[in-house]
């Protein structure tokens, strides 16, 4: 299964790989160039359909949990001040996606969209301690009936070009159902109420729709 913000992009590459076999195949008489080509071609094709993948996850829906956004390697838990909404202090977990991660971005709680703002923004490196300020990005809270006001950030890195966010003010979602994506490396960022225990710990592999953060 995969994305639909890959679809475009899916389809140029297949008629690419196919044009590359095609003109391959009539115009090149070395064998080996010809068959290097096709490989390569291939390969890529096998890329970009990796990246692009959307694998169903069998969510356990509760709103006594707050599940992981994305796929990647927990970097970061520590107390941050948090300029743009809350204007407080808050529990940072922020998980690093590599460009072979799944990159979807899915619901980490149920409830309501209470604020969704994208900023223009620097490419930095994702785990650069200043991307969550200044690089592109996008800031979403959603209103939980158990945690109150959860926040996660879609944060670009140095290769990601484009963030895809969904969520819209004054929407219901679902945990686990897909709010966007983000194309190659990058981070999101989750901020929690300061003093929440947090099931994870650093270096964690996180699993997005799967990995519990934290629970009541």
Known sequence: M??????KLIFITLLLVV???FLSDAFISIEWLKNSLIVLAVLFLIIVLQ?????????DN???HILAPVDGKVVVIEEVFEPEYF???RLMVSIFMSPINVHVTRY?????VKYSKYHPGKYLVAWHPKASEENERTTIVVNNRIYGEIMYRQIAGALAKRIVNYAEEGMRVVQGKDAGFIKFGS??????PVGTPVEVVLGQKAIGAK???CKK
């Open 2 to 7: 995969f994305h639909k913000e890959g679809a």
């Open 87 to 89: 204007k407080d202090k």
């Open 62 to 64: 509760s709103d006594n």
């Open 19 to 21: 044009g590359i076999i």
């Open 108 to 112: 980490p709680v149920n409830g309501v």
């Open 187 to 192: 981070r999101v960022d989750i901020y929690l």
């Open 211 to 213: 990995t519990v953060i």
């Open 51 to 59: 990246f692009f993948r959307n694998p169903k996850r069998e969510v």
